[in-house]
């Protein structure tokens, strides 16, 4: 089975600080994929990685930046946390070949709130 | 710029009866690909079915399947014989090579009560 983790549930942090969220996945996966989640506003993809060092900006990059030194591991940074980034964060990845096509499989997500 | 609809924020169906959840699209391109998504409560997201825009037979999974029509861009989701797992948020989702520029686009979600 694909497993893709999340390194934490749950997280409270302050405005102003520079928070990291973790992402593993342990079948070798090409494409990792990081989106938020919002009531109301479904998903929306934050960044995207098609390769190790690899990145490309999705639909709300704005605030945040990525990271991905190892093929499994993508991470997500919040340079300086604001309260409107409090949201619940969500890992995806997909295998190799046609991106499009391809089944993302997710991770439990991050909930994070931003005081 | 592509859209996703997802018309129904909540339904709720009785067990063993038939559901349908809309989703409606927008898009210019001709090659794309749908996606119905399921996230149950504090559960992580899995997907339920596939269809490729090229594709006129419309996907079967199971208790699950499709009416995809692609000249009125809707894409619903019909559940036969719901089951209390089924219980779900469930998200529809867009994805194209538009312009060489990677989109996967979701809807807003419809949470489903499946009631015993």
């Known amino acids: 089975d694909v497993k893709v983790t999340q390194s934490s549930r749950y997280l409270v942090k302050r405005t102003g600080e520079k928070v990291f969220l973790e992402c593993v996945q342990d079948m070798d996966h090409e494409n990792m994929f990081w989106y938020r989640q919002d009531p109301g506003l479904g998903l929306r993809l934050i960044y995207f990685?098609?390769?190790?060092?690899?990145?490309e900006k999705g639909d709300i990059p704005e605030g945040y930046s990525v990271s991905r030194e190892k093929k499994e591991r993508f991470s997500l940074i919040l340079e300086s946390a604001s309260t409107n980034q409090t949201s619940m964060y969500l890992c995806a990845s997909s295998p190799p070949g046609l991106r499009e096509y391809n089944e993302q499989f997710f991770g439990p997500g991050t909930r994070l709130t931003v005081l | 710029a592509q859209t996703v609809t997802q018309s129904q924020p909540e339904m709720s169906v009785q067990e063993a009866e038939t559901v349908t959840l809309s989703c409606t699209y927008d898009?210019?391109?001709?090659?794309?690909?749908l996606f119905w998504y399921k996230q149950p409560p504090s559960r992580q997201m899995i997907l339920v079915i596939r269809q490729e825009a090229y594709k006129q037979q419309n996907a079967t999974e199971n208790r699950f399947s499709v009416n995809f029509q692609k000249a009125a861009k809707s894409f619903s989701l019909k559940i036969s014989d719901s089951q209390l797992g089924d219980t779900a948020m469930y998200f529809c989702a867009f994805t194209s090579l538009d312009s060489g520029t990677y989109k996967y686009i979701f809807g807003t979600g419809t949470r489903l009560k499946v009631l015993a």
């Open positions: 990685s098609y390769d190790v060092k690899m990145k």
């Open positions: 898009t210019s391109e001709n090659n794309y690909y």
